[in-house]
Nanobody
């Protein structure tokens, strides 16, 4: 059974930093691409960053240079370090993986950037 649990969200001032974590259960983790998505109120869910099993990363243009995705296969965990946060980064952030044709999601963690 695949379970993804996010943590680390919160309220931060513009320019601040947060580190999100996603803990994964199941034997699938080390061989799978992991992704972070986000969904702001009234907007569609969008891909923020992804990391392959080999460590290759990709980012949305809006977060390049500010966010860093990483993974620890020994801990079955994926992280999203978010620096220089902007109010536009306010959203619920979700951890995701796809196995065959099925997408698995965590429950999400709220990130609010506001002064």
């Amino acid at each position: 059974q695949v379970q993804l649990v996010e943590s680390g969200g919160g309220l931060v001032q513009p320019g601040g930093s947060l580190r999100l974590s996603c803990a994964a259960s199941g034997s699938f983790f080390s061989g799978r691409t992991m992704r972070w998505y986000r969904q702001a109120p009234g907007k569609e869910r969008e891909l923020v960053a992804g990391i392959t099993s080999g460590g290759t990363t990709n980012y949305a243009d809006s977060v390049k240079g500010r966010f860093t995705i990483s993974r620890d296969n020994a801990k079955n965990a994926v992280y999203l370090q978010m620096n220089s946060l902007e109010p536009e980064d306010t959203a619920v952030y979700y951890c995701n993986t796809r196995i065959v044709t099925r997408d698995y999601w965590g429950q999400g963690t709220q990130v609010t950037v506001s002064s």
